[in-house]
């Protein structure tokens, strides 16, 4: 098995709160990528929304193909916005990228 930090892009279409934005952070927190030597030397945050409610989710992500790591990373995106009371129509997802491999975790 291989760590994978993905990045999952999105759009919020509608501005969403501080609660809603703290609930995704929580659901987010078992991949966040900060556990990755590559994710603490880049300071990557799990979310990061940008002012026109564009917003880009990094995950880590155990797999053994770059194809299975992407297909994963988008099911945990999925997950935790449903977790956020957010649905597909909500929040849409672009293509998952895979942003970096770390076979060392902390």
């Given at each position: ?8 892009p ?8 501080t ?18 030597r ?29 194809p299975?790591?992407e297909?994963e990373?988008r099911?945990?995106?999925?997950s935790?916005?449903r977790d956020?009371?957010?649905d ?7 293509p998952?990228?895979?942003?970096g491999i ?5």
């Open positions: 098995m291989t760590t994978y930090v993905i990045s999952v999105g759009t919020f279409t509608a501005d969403i709160g609660e809603t934005r703290s609930r995704l952070a929580t659901a987010l927190r078992p991949a966040d990528p900060h556990g990755t590559m994710g603490n030397a880049e300071d990557l945050d799990v979310l990061s929304v940008n002012e026109d409610n564009t917003f880009t989710l990094r995950l880590t992500v155990e797999a053994d193909t770059g299975h790591a297909q990373a099911r945990i995106a999925g935790a916005l956020a009371g957010l597909e129509g909500s929040a849409p997802l672009g998952a990228v895979i942003t770390d076979s060392e975790v902390r």
